[in-house]
């Protein structure tokens, strides 16, 4: 952004509208992608600094333990939350952006805080610059919870689990869907899997933000795209009316008791609420919010929905079960249990490579084809 009379010098507008965000973030408990859309929106920055914008909030959200780590080192005591915030946006930028030159970091950085804290930002980031950068353990390397890193080591193997926390640790790719529809291309192949084609019925039982619907209906399948929550159901009739489908049939409706006849469907997709432990690259601020507790407790909600999606299968129709993270409760282990109360259901093969197998289904790692974590199960209903 070029620098107008008497205004500021270029990067600074940048760095003040990724303090107004995060201070959104974390003040006020604002989700992290909604208030930087919301800041980028009303905003006049050209696009390179909104992309700076982008990269700066996320990042710096999304690192936020590993900052803390290098910037303590040079603290007597804990700063103010907006002094905070100054000090961890410089630090990522100084470790993580080797494009930017740290003087101009600094500068920029410091220009951008709260006038009372920039002597403070000041020193402590010129001192974070010149100071070998070092950790006292994996977790915070890698900016994590340490009972992340716990389970997901527990689940996969240490190795794979790491893998899997560093390639979180990087921006997503953007994958465009020729309707234009931004779309993991994890999610656009549990899409594919459904195998819907013309003239089926399907339903999507927890259909919010609409993709996977859309995606099921692009193929001439006519989609019931249910939700429970209001709110959310409007995000489902914005994205159908984004990508013009006019096969998506949008209700509100809760997937453990469906309103729906027995037998109605040709084919369910259960793409069930999960502790999203495979987006955390995309979701930048989730690894702070999700529980310890959340897997276990999402996977008996998991398991409620797939015994009451079966009934709604007509004989000789599928099912597919699908989740966004990478814990043996929600994927394996709901699928031992549904297995105890449906053992009549068939398992259907797996997708190959680069879907890896896992029980009777599947499993995607974050670092195996640079896509969201995923893991996906799919059911054959008698004839």
Same mark, same amino acid.
């Given at each position: ?23 959104? /973030? ?14 980028? =929106? ?60 740290? $003087? ?20 402590? &980031? ?97 989609? /019931? ?19 013009? /489908? ?22 369910? &997709? ?44 007509? #004989?000789?129709?599928? &099912?597919? $079960?699908? /989740? ?25 093969? #797996? ?20 896509? =969201? ?11």
């Amino acid at each position: 952004m070029a620098r107008g009379r008497g205004g500021p010098p270029p990067g600074v507008e940048a760095r003040r509208l990724a303090l107004e965000v995060l201070a959104r /973030v974390e003040d006020d408990g604002a989700y992290a992608n909604l208030a930087l859309r919301a800041a980028l =929106d009303r905003s006049a920055l050209d696009q390179p600094d909104r992309n700076l914008v982008t990269d700066l909030v996320a990042g710096t959200v999304r690192r936020r333990r590993s900052l803390d780590a290098l910037v303590d080192r040079f603290l007597d005591s804990q700063p103010p939350p907006s002094a905070r915030r100054a000090l961890r946006l410089g630090t990522y930028q100084l470790v993580h952006r080797d494009d930017l030159p740290d $003087y101009a970091v600094v500068s920029t950085t410091v220009a951008a805080a709260p006038s009372r804290f920039r002597g403070l930002v000041n020193a402590v &980031l010129r001192r974070v610059a010149s100071a070998p950068v070092t950790y006292a353990s994996r977790a915070e390397e890698l900016s994590y919870p340490d009972w992340i890193v716990r389970r997901l080591a527990d689940d996969l193997g240490a190795e794979r689990a790491d893998a899997a926390l560093e390639a979180m640790d990087a921006p997503p790719a953007v994958h465009r869907r020729p309707d234009g529809y931004v779309q993991d291309l994890a999610s656009q192949w549990v899409a594919e899997s459904v195998g819907a084609g013309p003239g089926e019925l399907v339903l999507d039982v927890c259909a919010a933000p609409g993709g996977k619907a859309t995606a099921v209906a692009a193929t001439g399948a006519t989609v /019931v795209a249910a939700e429970p929550s209001w709110s959310r159901v409007g995000l489902v009739s914005t994205a159908a009316a984004s990508v013009g /489908v006019d096969r998506t049939l949008v209700v509100c409706a809760d997937g453990r008791h469906p309103p729906f006849r027995r037998g109605a469907f040709d084919r369910v &997709l259960l793409d069930a609420p999960c502790s999203g432990l495979g987006v955390l690259g995309r979701r930048s601020d989730a690894r702070w919010r999700v529980d310890p507790d959340a897997p276990d407790r999402l996977a008996d909600l998991q398991a409620a929905l797939l015994d009451a999606a079966v009934d709604l299968v007509r #004989p000789g129709g599928t &099912l597919v $079960y699908s /989740v966004c993270t990478l814990t043996v409760a929600e994927t394996t282990g709901v699928d031992r249990s549904l297995e105890r109360a449906r053992p009549e259901l068939e398992p259907l093969p #797996p997708p190959g490579p680069p879907w890896e197998p896992l029980g009777r289904g599947a499993i995607l790692l974050p670092q195996t084809a640079g896509t =969201d974590g995923m893991a996906l199960f799919r059911y054959r209903r008698p004839a």
